[in-house]
């Protein structure tokens, strides 16, 4: 087992269900960003602050501070480049205030991650949808879209899944049911995952 998944499960022991579906998304947020892929990431309250946050980890170090190297380093120069950090491209959809309030707004609130993940998507990228239920409408429209354009789906959940669960690729449904419960038994998962894949990519 991964070092960083087995010390998150010493510390988390009701996540150890969890382990296969964790390891699993790793591997699928490695092969995106080896592949030039980005991740998309959406949720609602302090979901979508923990998607703020997940971005956060990934687009600069975490617990590796990412030295650049190679052609990119000297083309930027040592100056620069030493004060800059290896970065994964990770957009939380949450932060579009204008495009959010002002769809909203013009047509369906419910649609907003849709849109923006219609806007955004590509093909290999991934969709990261969180939602403590698994039936928030706007998270499980935002992985229709996704879906329809050829994304990987990872849905990061409570206990059942709830309807979410139908239109991912990858669950990881944690074993709580109350929202402020499920939430902090997600903050372990997504810092194992952002920790997995920096040292999967940067060593």
Same mark, same amino acid.
């Given at each position: ?84 950090? %290896?970065?994964?491209?990770? &957009?939380? /959809? $949450?932060?579009? *205030? !204008? ?21 955004? %998507?590509?093909?290999?990228? &991934?969709? /990261? $949808?969180?939602? *403590? !239920? ?33 239109? !991912? ?35």
């Amino acid at each position: 087992m991964n070092m960083i998944l087995s010390s998150v499960l010493e510390r988390y022991p009701s996540l150890i269900g969890c382990k296969g579906s964790i390891q699993e998304a790793c591997d699928a947020f490695v092969a995106c960003f080896k592949n030039k892929n980005k991740v998309l990431i959406c949720g609602n309250g302090g979901s979508a602050a923990d998607s703020e946050h997940i971005s956060a980890e990934l687009l600069k170090g975490f617990c590796n501070h990412r030295k650049l190297s190679g052609e990119l380093r000297t083309r930027l120069g040592s100056e620069l480049a030493d004060q800059l950090q %290896g970065s994964l491209p990770a &957009i939380p /959809l $949450a932060n579009f *205030t !204008s495009l959010v309030s002002a769809y909203a707004n013009d047509c369906n609130p419910t649609m907003v991650y849709a849109q923006l993940t219609l806007g955004l %998507g590509q093909p290999g990228d &991934i969709l /990261l $949808a969180i939602s *403590t !239920s698994g039936n928030a409408k706007n998270v499980i429209a935002a992985a229709q879209v996704a879906r329809a354009k050829d994304m990987k789906i990872i849905a990061l959940t409570g206990q059942t899944g709830g309807n979410l669960k139908s239109f !991912s690729d990858i669950t990881i449904c944690v074993p709580e049911t109350v929202t402020y419960k499920v939430q902090e038994l997600h903050l372990p998962v997504y810092h194992a995952l952002c920790l997995m894949v920096e040292s999967a990519i940067f060593g």
